[in-house]
């Protein structure tokens, strides 16, 4: 079972993969994180989460350098796939990258065009 915290959990793709992770046998939805987000059950800081295997975010680009500073601290893997940051959001996630241990962590961007 893979324990996802799911970033941006009240946004349209957040709720949509907060059903996939639902749905499937293989996936634990561990913490809807959405620093902006007014649903139930939904955490507002990484602060308040429980241990996960995974981060999926698809939250603001303001809660980039807020997420990958929590990545880092639990050593987390990083799927990230909010668009819009700033230079210093882009420069804080090549810096993250540039930081771990590749054999432990993975950052994957997917950017929209």
């Not at 059903?19 to 649903?39: T, Y």
């Not at 350098?65 to 601290?73: G, S």
């Not at 050593?75 to 420069?91: D, F, H, N, S, W």
Request: net charge negative; hydrophobic share 45%.
């Amino acid at each position: 079972m893979i324990r996802i915290l799911l970033n941006g959990a009240c946004g349209r793709m957040g709720r949509g993969l907060r059903q996939m992770i639902a749905d499937s046998p293989e996936w634990e939805l561990a913490a809807a994180v959405d620093p902006f987000g007014s649903e139930e059950g939904v955490l507002h800081s990484f602060d308040e989460c429980p241990d996960a295997d995974v981060i999926i975010d698809f939250s603001n680009h303001a809660s980039t350098i807020p997420m990958l500073e929590y990545a880092k601290a639990k050593k987390l893997p990083v799927m990230l796939a909010t668009t819009g940051q700033t230079e210093e959001e882009k420069a804080a996630v090549n810096e993250f990258a540039k930081k771990i241990d590749w054999n432990r962590i993975t950052v994957i961007l997917g950017y929209a065009f």
